[in-house]
């Protein structure tokens, strides 16, 4: 790695360093990761010379692999340095962080060990900051998740020679070395990890042979059932791991047998899904949930689980059906549409629209509407903590008005209140104090009813599409545009203040006001909007009346002859 100003860095350098972090990741093999990982020194980091030394089962360091010179690599790969020399090593010289430099000046007494080790030639420095061919720099390699090794476990040291610059490594460079030893470390534990996992799986398959060979109408039964069927690990780490599948459920999921049994069914099932599987995996049972094909789709399936023991109570396995139910689903999903959205448009209807704002109320109202309702109604303050008392929260609130409880805990979650109250920004006319709130905005069309009359439902029809599209257009995303009935929209923004409302809605009427084509005609309406506040203490009804009676208030305010105009 070149000297570059510190703290300036190269992006092409960060590029490359990451790169090289990449590639020893992709290795699939441990001899390969091992080999990409002195690759990477020489490649990333900007030394001639690489070495792996990897801890073996009886505590000696054997050279793993070698990168930037043919002929040192065929000398020294494979040999063996004793623990107790690679201990003495790592213990002289000067500490950069993790890493360990003898100088030229002390490494003169490890010419003589049994450590694997190459000589390189080259004048004597000139500089302080010269690199020596004597000199030694090495990267110990501690278990992931130690980084420093002040309890990791060593499982290996990469020595490097030669820095291409012939310079000491600076503070840029002893770092990258140091997080790259690290990244290694993790890397080789992985594939380790890997290729411990492969051997179990060969084994396991070995039992499930001879499993198959005293089971064979089981077996039978399996392979040739018409709807999906898998045999699935259950209990310990590997628990839901995908032993065995028949072609039902690979010709279901458009996946091999072979790649079936790389997944758990949590690896393949949806994340929305994952609670579901979860809760019906852990003792058997049914669910219906949906599990990830090959191209990236997903299908609907009952999935039922029964556990399977063996005669002396031995390992515990999970017999799963997978039974194709995307049909069904599909016609359950197309009537739950059609009974919540407006069959014209395909916006919310009205009562998912009043669901969707139910959601967000309480009938506990917060701080500024309680203090209103008890001043205008000659309420005592003191009734306000009986209401808090009768819903059974106390009369606690924050700045804004919202409320918290503080109810006796049962569990570790019982003594929060996970209702954020809904409130509205200040009325018009008092000092805006930044609050925003739900605005819902209602809109009657103007002009609609001749369109109707003059050119036909069918245009009418038309109207109504375009319109319902260019208010789905004008709103954000997670904004709500529903159809009440008739020519009458209503729109939920969540987030706003009063001027951020009145904006949307002169927004919305200029989209609305521009021509449609409506049966081989152009055709105008207008729109009139009244903007209503939601906020806890009020139902759904309530709130869309308020907007409704706005939305009349602001429609007689403007001139009849002006009304389709916007």
């Given amino acids: 790695m070149e000297t570059e100003s510190e703290p300036y860095v190269r992006l092409a350098t960060l590029r490359q360093l ?11 093999s441990l ?8 690759d990477g020194v020489v490649t990333g980091l ?44 790592l213990s002289m010289g000067e500490h950069w962080g993790d890493l360990v430099f003898i100088p030229h000046t002390e490494g003169w007494v490890l010419d003589d060990d049994d450590v694997p080790q190459w ?26 998740g130690v980084q420093g090794g002040a309890c990791g476990e060593l499982i290996g040291v990469l020595s490097v020679d030669r820095p291409r610059n012939g310079r000491l490594p600076g503070a840029w460079g002893r770092e990258a070395l140091q997080m790259y030893a690290f990244q290694a470390a993790i890397a080789i534990s992985n594939a380790r990890l890997r290729a411990n996992m492969q051997r179990a799986l060969v084994r396991l398959e070995r039992d499930q042979q001879a499993l198959r060979a005293s089971e064979e109408s089981f077996r039978q039964a399996f392979e040739y059932a018409p709807s999906g069927m898998a045999i699935a690990e259950m209990g310990g780490d590997q628990h839901g791991r995908i032993l065995r599948t028949n072609d039902a459920l690979c010709r279901l999921l458009g996946r091999p047998a ?34 990830g094909r090959r191209d990236g789709t997903y299908v609907w399936v009952s999935l039922r689980n029964s556990v399977v023991a063996d005669a002396a109570d031995g390992p515990r396995f999970l017999l799963t059906h997978v039974e194709d139910i995307e049909d069904r689903k599909r016609r359950e999903l197309q009537l739950a549409h059609r009974a919540s959205h407006d069959s014209l448009t395909g916006l919310p209807n009205s009562a998912e629209l009043r669901s969707r704002l139910s959601a967000r109320l309480c009938e506990r109202p917060t701080l500024p509407q309680a203090l209103d309702s008890a001043r205008g109604g000659g309420i005592p303050m003191g009734a306000l903590e009986s209401t808090d008392a009768a819903y059974g929260h106390p009369a606690v609130y924050d700045a804004n008005g919202h409320g918290f409880d503080f109810r006796p805990a049962t569990t570790a979650f019982d003594g929060y209140d996970h209702h954020v109250h809904t409130v509205a920004p200040p009325a018009e006319g008092e000092r805006d104090d930044g609050t925003k709130g739900l605005a819902v905005l209602f809109c009657d069309l103007d002009g609609f009813k001749s ?22 257009r004008g709103v954000r995303d997670g904004d709500t545009v529903a159809r009440l009935g008739g020519d009458e929209f209503v729109i939920l923004a969540d987030g706003l203040g009063r001027a951020d409302a ?35 203490g009020m139902t759904a009804d309530e709130v869309l009346k308020s907007a409704d009676e706005r939305m009349y208030v602001e429609k007689r305010s403007r001139p009849k002859q002006h009304r389709r105009a916007g």
């Fill in 119 to 144: 000589y390189t030639d080259g004048p004597a420095p000139r500089f302080e900051d010269e690199w020596h061919p004597s000199d030694r720099l090495f990267a110990p390699m501690y278990t992931p």
């Fill in 258 to 291: 072979s790649a079936m049994r790389r997944y758990s069914f949590s690896d393949l099932v949806h994340p929305e899904d994952i609670g579901t599987l979860l809760r019906t995996s852990a003792e058997g049972g049914r669910a219906e949930l949906r599990l």
């Fill in 502 to 536: 009145q904006d949307l809605a002169v927004r919305l009427r200029n989209e609305i006001i521009q021509p449609i084509r409506a049966e081989g005609r152009a055709v105008r309406v207008g729109a009139s909007f009244g903007i209503g506040w939601a906020h806890c």
């Fill in 451 to 472: 369109i109707n009359d003059r050119f036909g439902h069918n245009a009418g029809d038309a109207v109504l599409i375009e319109v319902a599209r260019r208010l789905s």
């Fill in 18 to 28: 990451h790169q090289v972090m990449a590639d020893m990741n992709k290795a699939r």
């Fill in 46 to 89: 900007g030394y001639e010379l690489a070495c792996v030394n990897l801890v073996r089962p009886d505590g000696d360091l054997v050279v793993a692999a070698f990168s930037g010179n043919p002929a040192a690599e065929a000398l020294i790969t494979g040999r063996v340095g004793s623990r107790e020399s690679w201990e003495r090593r």
């Fill in 31 to 38: 001899a390969d990761t091992l080999q990409a990982v002195a």
